[in-house]
């Protein structure tokens, strides 16, 4: 059984959306209005080149900043939505060199980087490190984090489990790349298992994970979860539910 995956500029972007409220609250302390009003100037601005403009100019103006960190993040988040994966990670590095627990961060370039995978490039090996060591340090940060105010307990529970979720897909799909099919299927259970929002990726992984294993019962079941949801993915699931079930019903038939 191979181990090849869509791309994920194909398949969706399951966690690419920022939830600031985990870790942030109000940030008027500190803050001179000026650059309250410039970065809320920049958090507006809609058009990706003139926000990056505006990102830019910020840092270069504010470089020390207590806003310099999420200045750094949305950047990420805006060069993430051009695909422009080398930007993507320069502004990860920077956000985090000024906060090593920001677990937004952390997930999304832990979760993207196996997505955007290329065996080919120099330092594959390298990124797959890199996105191991982000997800796992996010996982930390988030079994040690204080309830931020503003926030009930359940919009805290929920948001802790969507960046928890997101984290244990990064594994996956990191240790799938490095066919470790053990490991994957252990993460992505973890990834799936409660998920509100199901990453058909995920499933279909795991599924391929499963077969590896010669678990075709459990697999049959990931790709007919996988199969039930919108995409491209969604006939390739339906073909491998109907491989797996054939190769149960064959063992039964023994």
Known sequence: MGSSVPNQTQ???????????LQYGTFG???????????????????????????????????KSVLAERV???????????????????????ALALQPDDVDVLTTVGWTIPHVYNPSDPN?????????????????????????????????????????????????????????FNDSARELAESTKGNPKQDPTDLYVLGVDLQNLNRHSEAAAAFRGCSQLEGVLQNQCKQSAQVAQAQVDQSKAR
């Open 11 to 21: 398949i969706g972007q399951s966690g690419g959306t920022m939830n600031d409220d």
């Open 72 to 94: 750094d993040a949305e950047l990420m988040n805006v060069y993430r939505a051009k695909q422009d994966w080398k930007n993507v990670y320069l502004c990860a590095d920077h």
């Open 124 to 180: 594959a090996d390298q990124e797959l490190k890199t996105a191991e060591t982000y997800a796992k340090h996010a996982i930390e940060v988030l079994a040690k984090m204080p309830k931020p105010a503003g926030l009930t307990d359940e919009q805290f529970a929920a948001a802790k489990a969507a960046r928890s979720f997101q984290a244990h897909s990064a594994l996956g799909l990191v240790y799938f790349r490095r066919e470790d």
């Open 29 to 63: 302390h500190g803050v001179e209005r000026e650059q309250a009003n410039a970065y809320q100037v920049f958090l507006r601005e809609r058009e990706p080149a003139r926000k990056i403009r505006l990102g830019n100019d910020f840092l270069k103006k504010y470089p």
